[in-house]
């Protein structure tokens, strides 16, 4: 009995596994050695609960985004190094979900973590949160860098997700090992056709993106 319902389990998986839209695939099936935290599928993130829209602990994107992200891993692990990806396709209700709570004042739970300097009231003004994402379109992808000896995230001077100056790539105050991680990440994702956001270290969107204009909302499954 036990075996029909792994069966059962199993081939509504792949079933579900097929779904996705012409053009998008999951990371694990072409890059199935990138580590992955995906946070917004936790309560490890800047407002402190699972985010509307992702339903399991999967990361999907663009296949053209997720055969790049490939090759950057293929020569990271010659180095011991792997990419440990936060974020990659991220449904227009989860941006829908980041919106409304920007707008509820007093619902501060995760503000000494992630926005600590920043009154929330400025989150829009200042860009951290916006009404639409490029992460929507499906070639966007929040990563880092892990070490594969001690499985610790190299320093890179901020935390993911941190909303502050810190953040910023070219972020003056930081140690020369944290700026040679940064350049690190930063040269690897360009050499692969990678272009990073200046504001946001872990940042980067595949050029020449598949889906420039499109903003999807199916679910993270």
């Given at each position: 009995?036990?075996?029909?319902?792994?069966?059962?389990?199993?081939?509504?998986?792949?079933?579900?596994?097929?779904?996705?839209?012409?053009?998008?695939?999951?990371?694990?099936?072409?890059?199935?050695?990138?580590?992955?935290?995906?946070?917004?599928?936790?309560?490890?993130n800047f407002i402190g609960s699972p985010i509307n829209g992702y339903h399991e602990s999967v990361l999907i994107c663009s296949t053209q985004t997720a055969k790049a992200l490939k090759k950057v891993q293929s020569e990271l692990l010659k180095k011991d190094l792997?990419?440990?990806v936060f974020d990659a396709y991220r449904p227009q209700t989860a941006v829908n979900y980041f919106v409304k709570w920007a707008r509820v004042l007093?619902?501060?739970?995760?503000?000494?973590?992630?926005?600590?300097?920043?009154?929330?009231?400025?989150?829009?003004?200042?860009?951290?949160?916006?009404?639409?994402?490029?992460?929507?379109?499906?070639?966007?992808?929040?990563?880092?860098?892990?070490?594969?000896?001690?499985?610790?995230?190299?320093?890179?001077?901020?935390?993911?997700?941190?909303?502050?100056?810190?953040?910023?790539?070219?972020?003056?105050?930081?140690?020369?090992?944290?700026?040679?991680?940064?350049?690190?990440?930063?040269?690897?994702?360009?050499?692969?056709?990678?272009?990073?956001?200046?504001?946001?270290?872990?940042?980067?969107?595949?050029?020449?993106?598949?889906?420039?204009?499109?903003?999807?909302?199916?679910?993270?499954?």
């Open positions: 009995m036990k075996q029909i319902l792994y069966f059962l389990l199993f081939t509504t998986y792949i079933l579900q596994a097929q779904k996705l839209p012409k053009g998008f695939s999951y990371i694990n099936n072409v890059a199935p050695t990138i580590q992955q935290e995906l946070r917004y599928c936790s309560t490890n792997s990419l440990k007093n619902d501060t739970l995760m503000k000494q973590i992630y926005y600590p300097t920043i009154n929330k009231r400025f989150l829009f003004k200042k860009g951290y949160i916006s009404s639409r994402s490029g992460h929507s379109r499906g070639s966007t992808v929040d990563l880092t860098i892990i070490n594969l000896k001690t499985n610790e995230e190299l320093d890179m001077g901020s935390p993911y997700d941190f909303f502050g100056n810190s953040s910023h790539i070219t972020y003056p105050k930081l140690t020369k090992h944290q700026k040679q991680n940064r350049q690190l990440l930063q040269n690897i994702m360009l050499k692969h056709n990678f272009r990073p956001y200046s504001k946001e270290w872990w940042h980067f969107t595949l050029r020449h993106e598949p889906f420039p204009k499109t903003y999807f909302d199916f679910p993270v499954k």
